[in-house]
């Protein structure tokens, strides 16, 4: 008797259990969205939390440096993810290539994001938009003899210019953007001659480049406009940006080359409503001035002006052409990378 009652009571605290398991998991499921990012947490978290706040739905993220557009694609219809964040448009379209998201009609994306940054049929989303600067020695540099990307050609900066590899995102979505302008042709031409200008084989991040012109390795580097933010912020690499100005290339014609952080809706989605709550918090205002003050990008929202540290750099128009547009000219980007042997 001792022992049935026992069972008994044990029974009823697995039982309990079993509830209070089910009970957590639906209240997880009912208030949480999943994120798999490429982005750094430290940026996105201070937002999500900003979003918990207000809705009281939770935000899970998954951060990894690669490999999360195959994990959608190996986890399938069971994948647990959301929302996928990415840098770069070219990994956008990447995602959306291997079949793993979906198209968001929302009117609030559609008002809050240019259409210039967004898919015409709603598969991504940009948030923030970045310059491809031209970083230049403020001691060597006579700033009237480079204003545009074209200038990098001219045989006066030989030796003087330091990159990262041709192949980095970065570079592929700025040769690109030189396709769509110019033709492969001259877009060729001109990234045999930039190739000629190098100070030294390419290597390193864009911040290396700028401490390479801090030492007197060379007089220019290509470097997207966040890092100036982020080494003026930071005890050692503030007396690098010290070194340099930073420039908008192209203001006397096209504008200064964009690329863009930014978002897509997975494919198997299991907390749609609010994935998509959370793609248009994030497109606010408020969500938008956070990326702007704490990462040093431009907000996509035009109705949200840039932070205070962005606006002294200066006003510049940027160069319209469609992102979808610049993807596109991506894989001849890479081969014309090969074929002038840039980064050898
Ligand atoms: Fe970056």
């Not at 008002?111 to 709603?122: A, K």
């Not at 020695?137 to 041709?166: F, H, N």
């Not at 980095?168 to 033709?183: F, K, V």
């Amino acid at each position: 008797m001792r022992l049935k009652n026992s069972l008994r009571f044990k029974n009823l605290i697995l039982s309990l259990a079993t509830f209070c398991v089910s009970a957590a998991s639906l209240n997880l499921n009912a208030a949480e969205v999943n994120v798999y990012s490429y982005r750094q947490p430290f940026l996105i978290q201070p937002i999500f939390d900003a979003f918990t706040k207000e809705t009281g739905v939770n935000v899970n993220v998954v951060f990894a440096k690669k490999g999360l557009a195959e994990r959608l694609v190996r986890e399938g219809k069971n994948s647990p993810a959301d929302l996928i964040f990415t840098v770069d448009i070219g990994r956008l379209i990447e995602v959306v290539n291997k079949g793993v998201v979906q198209s968001v009609s929302s009117e609030v994306l559609a008002n809050n994001i240019p259409s210039q940054y967004r898919d015409p049929e709603g598969n991504w989303f940009g948030l923030t938009t970045r310059t491809r600067s031209i970083y230049a020695s403020k001691d060597r540099v006579d700033l009237e003899k480079i204003t545009s990307y074209e200038d990098l050609a001219k045989p006066e900066w030989k030796g003087k210019i330091c990159t990262r590899s041709g192949k980095h995102a970065y570079n592929l979505a700025l040769i690109s953007s030189m396709i769509s302008h110019h033709g492969e042709e001259k877009a060729t031409q001109w990234l045999k001659a930039v190739k000629g200008n190098l100070a030294r084989k390419p290597q390193g991040n864009d911040r290396a480049q700028v401490k390479a012109i801090k030492e007197g390795v060379c007089d220019l580097s290509l470097g997207n406009n966040y890092y100036y933010g982020k080494m003026i912020n930071n005890k050692e690499q503030y007396e690098w940006a010290n070194a340099v100005h930073l420039t908008f290339p192209n203001q006397g014609d096209r504008g200064t080359h964009v690329n863009i952080s930014g978002m897509a809706l997975t494919k198997s989605s299991p907390n749609k409503g609010d994935a998509v709550k959370l793609m248009e918090f994030l497109s606010s205002e408020l969500a938008q001035k956070m990326y702007s003050e704490q990462n040093y990008e431009y907000p996509v929202n035009q109705s949200v002006a840039p932070s205070g540290l962005l606006q002294s750099w200066g006003n510049f128009r940027p160069d319209t052409l469609a992102l979808s547009e610049i993807a596109k000219n991506r894989k001849l980007a890479a081969k014309l990378v090969d074929q002038v042997a840039f980064d050898e």
